[in-house]
């Protein structure tokens, strides 16, 4: 039976119109400091994916041939590293792999519980919580901003405000030159950037990325999240109503009011909201979560934070704002009712997907050669006759060495009788290298009829690397 | 510019592109007066399929900005780089001029490496394996298309690894080849020889020559003929690297084998033509291909530094 929400008739004065603009001035939001279970959330998600990105190119890793950055996507010479694994760009579809897996893991972690990801662990919000956290500590919270920005102009604001920019740039340069240290060796790239003596493309990249983030954590911030983000604009079709979402619990707080600590509220007809506003004033992206779901909640729960606050202070229960699913408000369902809803057809099937997938791929990388070969027939001729009347094919072969030793190969070639190779049969090839080999092959003539013919080339390294690469030998008419 | 060969449609296009912008700006402007009724709830009163209402999100003003210098910004690169019509731009850019230019300065950053190469001699830049691998590079992507990524030929296509040259195959004649290319002409000499039997004749005793198989009958028959051939690949057939003549008594076969393409050869003739790389690469590139091409038959000097 489906509950059939009454809901009492007020007469309500005609809406009072307003002419406005199709484009609208920005309305700067001062989000407010907050403390609490979410709020500590937050801050141990950015301390790790902080960690984790501004630590990883400092990590090194032992090879034989000396030691090198663990993580280094080295565009140049089209060699990615990636602690033990040496992959070249033929290795792609690992990338494909792990960007299909992180959005199937955003559709699975969305269905579950809404935006958790925007709310902690985006690097919109991430910076942006930095540098609020520099901004009161400069500037002070939310009224003394508020104060600060309103007042004329002083040495005070000056001197604050030119700090703040000051250790906004700093981290967002020091950011800048991370995120190029994973393209080029961070160690260098460090000193040549204290010595000034970058090359074009570094400055460039590394004063993009500085600036980037200082626009994007300083100035645009929940503008991003309301104009820019796709990923906002497509939630939807991932949410449902037993989604988890910051909602207001409207059946319990309205009518809202305000009312001494002692009042007994439901006698004058009140609910448990006092309307003190703090929700709003937290709000990073500056909406009164009390007007229900909208598209610029990015669920980071200050305002869950800070009403439970407010709750202990008036020692009302906790959770007038809370993590809940729309059927659960709807419904008055238990937590125990939510977490009986998770498992429902839609999560199965992304989680059963997303598993195939990783195994797919943890499986698929386990089990690489760390040895690749393209083969090539050479574009000029198609088949020659030679002295001894053999008949000879030309291949190229492409021999990539994904290890970082240098390895010596064996080709082979089989599928014909009498098929033999003409030049070297072994090849040495230096760590992380790839060479071109001109490889013929001799047939015996007759030894076959005319048409093409399949045939396989073997490649074998030492340590048992094994590649059967397929081709075809041309016999003429 | 063969698109353009009146005016019109230069004006056409240009007229259209500026068009397109002014009126971006123009859209822009209107937009920008406009002003909409908004209820209290933040409606704008449109209200389709009984309840499905319209709400009033607004871009942020900044954001129009963004477009107002995207449209200032097109203008600007109208007015400087091509883009308008056969409009060439003030700072008269163009692909042409930009790949030039980088091949210029390509060559300027690598002049310091190649002059090491230079100012040696072939036979030893034959034996530097830096060298080699350059000149490898240069062979796959200016000779590997007619010659061969092993430099072996084909048919038609001379081979470069092995002790016979046309034309010789000393440093300077290699050198000379690639820089001028060469143009071999065998004229079709069917008449000069004379009948169809005498050519068959004359064919059998260049297989003779090189020990092929013949008829060895024929071959006495056209010995005499033999002559007509004898102004270009010599009385004994060992051919002319002065005028790129090949010889005929080894089983090098450039234009094929046996009785059949003799007689097609004696018959039509032949143009064959290597293209001359002069210009295309720099002197300093022949230099090492020169090498590379050589060390392919011939044992480098390998100088202990």
Known sequence: ?477 | MSDFTANFWSVYVAGITLAGIVACLLLLWITARKKIVSAADNTTGHVWDEDLTEMNNPMPRWWMWLFVITAVFSLLYLAFYPGLGTYQGSLGWSSRGAYDAEVEEANRQLAPLYAQFTARKVEEVAGDAAAMAIGERLFMNNCAQCHGSDARGSKGFPNLADADWLHGGTPDKIVETINAGRQGAMPPMAAAVGSADDVKNVANYVLSLSGAPHDSLRAQLGKSKFTACAACHGMDGKGNPAMGAPNLTDDVWLHGYGEQAIIAMVNNGKTNVMPAQHGKLTDAQIHVLASYVWGLSNKPVVVKP
């Open chain 1, 1 to 477: 039976m489906q509950h059939q929400k009454v809901i009492p008739i007020v007469p309500v004065p005609a809406a009072p119109e307003e002419t406005v603009s199709l484009y609208e001035a920005h309305k700067k939001v001062y989000p407010r400091s907050v403390t609490g279970l979410f709020a500590r959330w937050r801050w141990a998600f950015v301390w790790l994916t902080q960690i984790v990105f501004y630590g990883l190119p400092w990590l090194s890793w032992g090879t034989e041939n000396g030691s090198r950055q663990a993580v280094l996507f080295d565009l140049a010479a089209r060699r990615f590293y990636l602690f033990g694994e040496v992959l070249y760009p033929q290795d792609f579809i690992y990338l494909t792999g792990l960007l299909v897996a992180s959005a199937l893991l955003l559709f699975l972690f969305t269905a579950v519980a809404g935006r958790l990801w925007c709310g902690f662990a985006c690097p919109q919000t991430v910076y942006t919580e930095i540098f609020l956290w520099i901004e009161r500590h400069v500037e002070g919270d939310r009224p003394q901003r508020l104060k600060l920005d309103g007042s004329s102009f002083s040495t005070e604001k000056l001197v604050k405000k030119s700090f703040k920019h000051l250790a906004w740039m700093s981290v967002a340069m020091w950011t800048g030159v991370t995120f190029v240290g994973y393209f080029t060796p961070v160690r260098e790239l460090g000193m040549e950037f204290l010595q000034t003596r970058m090359d074009s493309w570094e400055v460039f990249w590394v004063f993009f990325y500085a600036a980037a983030t200082y626009g994007n954590a300083g100035f645009l911030r929940e503008q991003v999240c309301k104009y820019m983000c796709p990923y906002a604009r497509f939630q939807s079709a991932m949410f449902d109503k037993d989604t988890l979402i910051v909602s207001y619990d409207a059946a319990r707080g309205d009518p809202r009011g305000t009312r001494g600590r002692r009042d007994d509220f439901q006698a004058r007809g009140l609910g448990s909201c006092i309307d003190c506003g703090l929700c709003v004033q937290v709000c990073p992206t500056g909406i009164d979560i009390r007007n229900g779901l909208q598209y610029e909640c990015i669920s980071c729960a200050a305002c869950v934070d800070v009403c439970d606050t407010v709750m202990d202070k008036m020692e009302y229960p906790r959770g007038l704002i809370r993590f809940s699913t729309q059927q659960a408000l709807d419904k008055g369902w238990t937590g125990r009712d939510i977490v009986r809803r998770v498992l429902r057809p839609r999560i199965l099937v992304y989680a059963t997907v997303l598993a195939a997938l990783c195994m797919g791929l943890a499986i698929s990388l386990a089990l690489r050669t760390p040895l690749r070969v393209d083969v090539v027939r050479d574009r000029a001729s198609l088949a020659r006759i030679v002295a001894g009347g053999k008949l000879e094919n030309v291949y190229r072969l492409q021999v990539m060495n994904a290890t970082e030793e240098t390895q010596r190969y064996r080709i082979g070639a089989e599928g014909l009788p009498g098929l033999a190779i003409a030049s070297d049969d072994e090849v040495s090839v230096g760590p992380a290298e790839s060479r071109w080999v001109a490889v013929r092959l001799q047939l015996p003539y007759g030894a076959a009829p005319a048409g093409s013919h399949a045939i396989h080339f073997t490649i074998e390294g030492q340590g048992g690397a094994h590649v059967r690469e397929k081709s075809v030998f041309i016999v003429p008419r």
